[in-house]
T-cell receptor, first 115, second 112 residues
Framework: GNSVTQMEGPVTLSEEAFLTINCTYT??????LFWYVQYPGEGLQLLLK?????DKGSNKGFEATYRKETTSFHLEKGSVQVSDSAVYFC??????????????FGQGTTLQVKP | NAGVTQTPKFQVLKTGQSMTLQCAQD?????MYWYRQDPGMGLRLIYY???????DKGEVPNGYNVSRLNKREFSLRLESAAPSQTSVYFC???????????FGPGTRLTVT
């Protein structure tokens, strides 16, 4: 079945460092891909998305490119801030045989940014 | 525009008690979802409602029931709570099944 695998955390970086969080997926068809962010004590917020191969999603300085050839959707940011400390979830829309469009999530990667 | 709201925010139950988690959205979305979040396991879908009047099981439906009361509201019921249902529960909604989902703030449930 469809699945999402994220790099294990926690990831600890200094402020202004470059961030990469790896995400790979297994899917039939052409799913949409998403990155969600969860700040402490809050629900998930959509960070960015891409709906087809080679699309680049971007928001708040974060970027991710839908790479069908490597089945990847890695999250990057050139210069992280303390306020970026959160848990990041990669997800894909799973249409499968029932066409529900439900999301399948990776296990989440905790990012801690130190001043 | 409140988005997706959930009540209560916190709840402690004893084994065998029942309760209903409430969820409402004011974005006129057609699809609604209930997830549970457990450490190291991401989010797992419990039930979803693709449109008003329909509900379907997700990945982990055992021990839960749902009601799509109207287009705005989607409730999750635990008939006889068990310690294994200790978790954080999130409700979400989307315009339709193929679009991104918007999440509520969550309900932290502890079953002792």
């Amino acid at each position: 079945g469809n699945s999402v695998t994220q790099m294990e955390g926690p990831v600890t970086l200094s402020e202004e460092a470059f961030l990469t969080i790896n995400c790979t997926y297994t899917a039939t068809g052409y799913p949409s891909l998403f990155w969600y962010v969860q700040y402490p004590g809050e629900g998930l917020q959509l960070l960015l998305k891409a709906t087809k191969a080679d699309d680049k999603g971007s928001n708040k300085g974060f970027e991710a490119t839908y790479r069908k050839e490597t089945t990847s959707f890695h999250l990057e940011k050139g210069s992280v801030q303390v306020s970026d400390s959160a848990v990041y979830f990669c997800a894909l829309s799973d249409f499968g045989s029932s066409n529900t469009g439900k999301l399948i999530f990776g296990q989440g990667t905790t990012l801690q940014v130190k001043p | 525009n409140a988005g997706v709201t959930q009540t209560p925010k916190f709840q402690v139950l004893k084994t065998g008690q029942s309760m209903t988690l409430q969820c409402a959205q004011d974005m006129n979305h057609n699809s609604m979802y209930w997830y549970r979040q457990d450490p190291g396991m991401g989010l797992r879908l419990i039930y979803y409602s693709a449109s008003e009047g329909t509900t379907d099981k997700g990945e982990v439906p055992n021990g839960y029931n749902v009601s799509r009361l109207n287009k705005r509201e989607f409730s999750l019921r635990l008939e006889s709570a068990a310690p294994s249902q200790t978790s954080v529960y999130f409700c979400a909604s989307s315009v339709a099944s193929e679009y991104e989902q918007y999440f509520g703030p969550g309900t932290r449930l502890t079953v002792t």
